[in-house]
């Protein structure tokens, strides 16, 4: 038996989020009254208080919070099946790629050219996200397919192929003391400001995650490294061209960094396989 409607958890994640009634009405366009009767609905058929209210606060009581946890992902799964059936019957089909602003190593124009040469070829539109959320485009079903780089993206639940290897260099101001450096050892890196990446709570090794100010994207860090206040790690790819000001060195003995096309799992369209046998062939790989 259903005990609760997709409509039901729109309505309980509206109040979850805002904490207020009368905003969160305003938000799903419907009158506050309906939006009161339909939680004590969903309340009375779980048998358990969601919120508790007074005249000047609303607020989650354990189950309301349990629910807020369960049911926005339930409330995700359902979207991205309801996508899912949509693309599959859908003979106009197409695809969505998303990737970070400069994140495609100079590949992105070879890919979609080697692509449109197919005749099952589609339109592909293209998603920029932020510095973490690649692999959440991909699984919510915001977006078919994504260029992430690892170890830095988290691969879990997708199917994935590498498309370009790169070293990974410390980008540093002209006169900083590794500046003149060969190439140097992730040791030579102990005691450097580090940026916090923005929504990143661990990187690898050679990166940090360090202590110093939070940067939201690649151009936002070599800002702060010119003006001297970190150095960063990063693959090759993202800093070249090398801004006035900068060098970059390589380190030797971190772990190289690859490009990689990724997507879900489950995802098994023949549209989808096409683009990546493209994408492959683009870049001289395996089915090249």
């Not at 702060?224 to 800093?239: D, E, N």
């Amino acid at each position: 038996m259903v005990e609760l409607e997709s409509r039901e958890l729109e309505y309980f994640l509206a109040v979850a989020d805002e904490l207020h009634f009368g905003r969160a009405a305003v938000r799903l366009s419907i009158a506050q009254p309906a939006l009161s009767k339909a939680i004590r609905r969903v309340e009375n058929r779980l048998g358990a208080t969601l919120f508790v209210r007074n005249s000047r606060h609303v607020a989650l009581t354990p189950s309301g919070e349990a629910l807020r946890e369960h049911g926005r992902h339930a409330l995700n799964a359902i979207t991205a099946a309801a996508q899912a059936a949509r693309r599959a019957g859908d003979t106009h089909d197409q695809l969505r790629l998303v990737l970070k602003p400069g994140g495609d190593a100079g590949l992105l124009s070879g890919i979609l050219a080697e692509y449109a040469h197919r005749p099952d070829a589609r339109r592909v539109d293209i998603l920029f996200s932020g510095p973490a959320d690649r692999t959440d485009f991909l699984l919510d079903g915001r977006a078919d397919a994504g260029l992430l780089y690892a170890p830095y993206d988290d691969l879990g639940g997708l199917a994935h192929e590498t498309l370009h290897t790169e070293d990974r260099v410390v980008v540093v101001p002209s006169g900083h003391r590794l500046a003149g450096r060969v190439s140097v050892r992730v040791s030579d890196l102990e005691g450097e400001t580090l940026p916090r990446w923005k929504g990143v709570p661990g990187a690898p090794d050679a990166d940090g995650n360090g202590t110093g100010p939070e940067v939201a994207d690649v151009v936002q860090m070599l800002n702060m490294i010119a003006v001297g206040r970190m150095i960063g790690v990063l693959p090759r790819s993202l800093v070249e061209p090398v801004a006035s000001g900068l060098v970059c060195v390589p380190v030797a003995d971190a772990p190289r960094s690859r490009l990689v096309l990724a997507w879900k799992e489950e995802d098994r369209r023949p549209l989808l396989a096409a683009f990546v046998a493209a994408a492959l062939r683009s870049c001289g790989g395996p089915h090249a």
